[in-house]
């Protein structure tokens, strides 16, 4: 079976109303990243950080996976399929993915202060102050803030260095180490790239861009994909 390796962002989110962080109407547009996702900030306003992810933890209990997430799914049946996604919501799981590796953490994780192994699944949506592991210490939200170490991004990397298909879909391509997976890719394995801003002057060996929102030109391009007699 061939490997299909896919690297997605906020824009694969963007359809089933989660906001991205660099449209016109994205997050970080209302906050400032070092006010919300750093550990300084974690260090300076706890209940600031807290209430951030609280509340988009609170919006995925009214949101679903859109068709883009869904048609990944169906990729399955005649590939190897790995997801490494940027993106901290659960929708690649709840559309049936099975192979997901978040670089950037989970939502409805959390994890210890004084243990970085002692990870948990939060009950509900809301973490409080006063919520501590099995240490005593109080828990955060299970998330890569921004200068912080990626754990996963050399297991990425050597997931990315076997793709035979590499499709890139709803990223800016602004943020490290991520962004840098492409140059793991092997020069001829074809790569897609899915976004209605893809940027013209994009180029990359044996890549097609594809500048259509996510829930339209996913499942087309699954279609292609599942048709190839290869
Ligand atoms: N379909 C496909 N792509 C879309 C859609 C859509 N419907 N809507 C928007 N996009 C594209 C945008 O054009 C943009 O290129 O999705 C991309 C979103 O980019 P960002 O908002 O920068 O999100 P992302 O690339 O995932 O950010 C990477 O930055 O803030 C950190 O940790 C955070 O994981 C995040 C990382």
Request: charge should be negative; hydrophobic fraction near 40%; charged fraction near 25%.
């Amino acid at each position: 079976m061939k490997n299909i390796v896919i690297l997605t962002g906020a824009g694969i989110s963007a359809e089933s109303g989660i906001r991205t962080f660099r449209d016109s109407d994205g997050l970080w547009e209302e906050y400032r990243i070092e006010d919300v996702a750093t550990y300084e900030a974690w260090q300076r306003n706890q209940d600031l950080v807290i209430d951030f992810y609280n509340q988009r933890r609170r919006q995925l209990v009214d949101v679903k996976p859109n068709a883009a997430h869904i048609a990944l799914c169906r990729l399955e049946a005649k590939y190897n399929v790995h997801i490494i996604t940027q993106n901290v919501d659960d929708l690649h799981e709840r559309a049936g993915s099975k192979n997901i590796l978040h670089l950037h953490g989970e939502l409805k994780k959390v994890r210890s202060t004084v243990d970085d192994k002692l990870i948990y699944d939060l009950k509900g949506w809301e973490l409080k102050k006063g919520d501590v592991c099995e240490k005593g210490s109080q828990l955060r939200p299970h998330i890569v803030w921004f200068g912080e170490e990626v754990p996963l991004i050399q297991t990425a990397g050597e997931l990315s260095s076997t793709a035979d298909i590499f499709i890139i879909i709803g990223t800016s391509l602004n943020v490290y180490p991520a962004a840098g997976l492409l140059n793991f890719v092997p020069t001829l394995t074809p790569k897609y790239l899915i976004d209605p801003n893809a940027k013209d002057n994009y180029y990359k060996p044996n890549l097609t861009v594809i500048k259509e929102k996510a829930g339209i030109a996913v499942p087309k391009l699954v279609e292609d994909l599942l048709n190839d007699d290869e």
